[in-house]
């Protein structure tokens, strides 16, 4: 089974802060960890990505994310947010392919980040 | 690069009628698509993946007669919902892996379906 949780469904925070959206996972294979973002009435684009090498990986708009293998996490992070990074925030992490050519994919519920002026 | 399209962006049909929706891989081969269903304020509930000239690998729960899935090339796939209902109305990704590629998907703008 794999799942993700984003612990956190809306993150209020003033422009020019900080910022970290959790995710935490599960998973009995190791798996592959992205980040999306979803502005309003659009699809998702992708933040960042963790294959395998170096845990702490960049994105773009300056986001950044570190895969925490014995915690189980990998969360997102950007040491000052804009007006602009309000949207909505998907972790997700998807299986390697098995031999039937499937790969499970499995979003988590989504973080809304409100950036406030 | 790596743009997917979806047609319609908007639809509106009644209750009983079909309703086909397209996802195209504008500038790259897609060996495997997805499609995603969101509800309001939720996340992507995976429906289908769908693998160039194969049938499509349905998720649990997904109805395979309702929602027809088909990906005859490798820019295409398109997703049939049949005899629609007002339960079936939200939002609709579609997304699509690069042929060989790494492992992140390509999502479209998504389909907004409305049945009345």
């Known amino acids: 089974a794999q799942s993700v949780t984003q612990l956190d469904s809306q993150v209020p925070v003033f422009e020019e802060a900080p910022v970290e959206l959790r995710c935490n996972y599960s998973?009995?294979?190791?798996?592959?960890l992205f980040w999306y973002v979803q502005y309003p009435n659009q699809g998702l684009q992708l933040l960042l990505k963790?294959?395998?090498?170096?845990?702490l990986v960049k994105g773009i708009n300056g986001f950044e994310a570190e895969f925490n293998k014995s915690q189980t996490s990998f969360h997102l992070r950007k040491p000052s947010v804009h007006i602009s990074d309000t949207a909505e925030y998907f972790c997700?992490?998807?299986?390697?392919?098995?031999?039937?050519?499937?790969?499970?994919?499995?979003f988590g519920i989504g973080t809304k980040l409100q950036v406030i002026p | 690069g790596a743009v997917v399209s979806q047609h319609p962006s908007r639809v509106i049909c009644k209750s009983g009628t079909s309703v086909k929706i397209e996802c195209r891989s504008l500038?790259?081969?897609?060996?495997?698509m997805f499609w995603y269903r969101q509800f309001p304020k939720q996340s992507l509930m995976l429906m289908a993946t769908?693998?160039?000239?194969?049938?499509?690998?349905?998720e649990q729960g997904v109805e395979k007669d309702k929602f027809l899935i088909n990906h005859a090339s490798l820019t295409l796939s398109t997703l049939t919902v049949t005899s629609a209902h007002p339960e079936d109305s939200s939002f609709y990704i579609c997304?699509?892996?690069?042929?060989?590629?790494?492992?992140?998907?390509?999502f479209g703008p998504g389909t907004r379906l409305t049945v009345t």
């Open positions: 997304s699509a892996r690069l042929a060989g590629g790494p492992y992140e998907q390509y």
């Open positions: 998973s009995s294979v190791s798996v592959y």
């Open positions: 963790y294959l395998s090498g170096s845990t």
């Open positions: 997700a992490v998807i299986s390697p392919w098995d031999s039937g050519g499937y790969q499970k994919v499995t």
């Open positions: 500038d790259f081969q897609a060996t495997t």
């Open positions: 769908s693998n160039e000239g194969s049938k499509a690998t349905y």
